[in-house]
């Protein structure tokens, strides 16, 4: 398994409509690409900020290809939700999944 991970910065107030734009755009159109297997959130304060941590993983890197293009180190961020940022990673970074234990709910605190 491949996770593509990728980090942005919001503020405390977008934080809701960006998580909005994820449930709403960004989880339905990653599930109908084949190989795509679920994404994990993580944010924390950072600054005046929130960073944004972003982690989606798939079966494989032709998978990602299906979702990001020839370019899988391509940020793909969408108009509506760059709006929502105040900065982001233009490149993302992927890792092999060697070993993971457990699984994490799927409810948000």
Do not use: C
């Not at 457990?102 to 605190?109: L, Q, R």
């Amino acid at each position: 398994m491949i996770a593509r991970v990728w980090t942005a910065n919001t503020t405390a107030g977008q934080l809701p409509a960006y998580l909005d734009h994820l449930r709403a755009r960004v989880i339905p159109a990653l599930q109908a690409v084949e190989g795509y297997r679920g994404l994990t959130i993580l944010d924390r304060p950072l600054g005046d900020g929130i960073e944004v941590v972003v982690t989606t993983y798939w079966t494989s890197m032709d998978a990602i290809r299906g979702f990001a293009g020839t370019d899988v180190e391509r940020a793909v961020v969408a108009q509506e939700a760059a709006a929502l940022l105040s900065r982001f990673d233009e490149r993302v970074r992927h890792y092999v999944v060697a070993f993971t234990e457990g699984t994490a709910s799927d409810k948000v605190a």
